[in-house]
């Protein structure tokens, strides 16, 4: 187990703490944190999720013969991984959390504006490797396919449908390209100045950023004006600001 719930058995392992009393410690200091730094939303969702987590636990614990379902721990492992990652990313791609390790992953990505995937990897091995020395060997393996699955799934839930595509465009014909791209796809552009390799010539690349559905219509506006455009496709997790988190400014073409 990884979170509270994963330190608390190491506790109880070494000093003989009960392990409710120790989670409840820990997630109560970790819930008092969150609302300090995170505000109160997240401290409200997370009181929310706290009190569904344990219902909707023992309803599924009431399934008749799930405990049947597999005999395959591996298999188990694995659905475990994807149902937990797909769940937590869902709860955290709103700002909340399931309260416990959640709130201290929360903290350390508004801290240090990584992935909370990565923190979730590094908080989850230290608790299960901390685990190691009182747990079989298979068990300890087990334990990390289900983490390494909870934090990719995690992770692809959090980015779902904020990728885009990003194009890069070095052509001689740069200008017609930056009008085509503003004018029929509506898009935003940026001009950068670089010099070429080969000739040293100064010109501008042409950058712009779009929905993947957009990406064949732009690459067959710039082939139409320049087949031998250099063009480097490039796909970006998120994007922020008018037109894509904020409304999209009317766009006024200067020839």
Known sequence: MGGTTGIAIVINRFFSI???ITVFILNAFLLVLGLIVLGKK???TTVASTL???MFLGIMQRIPNIEKLTDDTLLA???????????????MRVGSSTGGMDIANLIMHKWFHKPV????YITDFIVVGGQAIISKPNQILLGIVVLVLESLVLEQVMIFGKSQIQIYVISDKFEEIRIKLLSQLQAGVTLQYIETGAMQKQQKAVMCIIPSRKLYRATELIHEIDGDAFITITKIKEVRGHGFTQEQRPIQIEY
């Open 18 to 20: 009960d392990t409710a």
């Open 42 to 44: 997240l401290f409200m």
């Open 52 to 54: 569904l987590y344990p």
């Open 77 to 91: 492992a694995l659905f475990a991984g994807v149902l937990m990652g797909l769940s937590l990313g869902l709860v």
């Open 117 to 120: 995937s990565v923190f979730v």
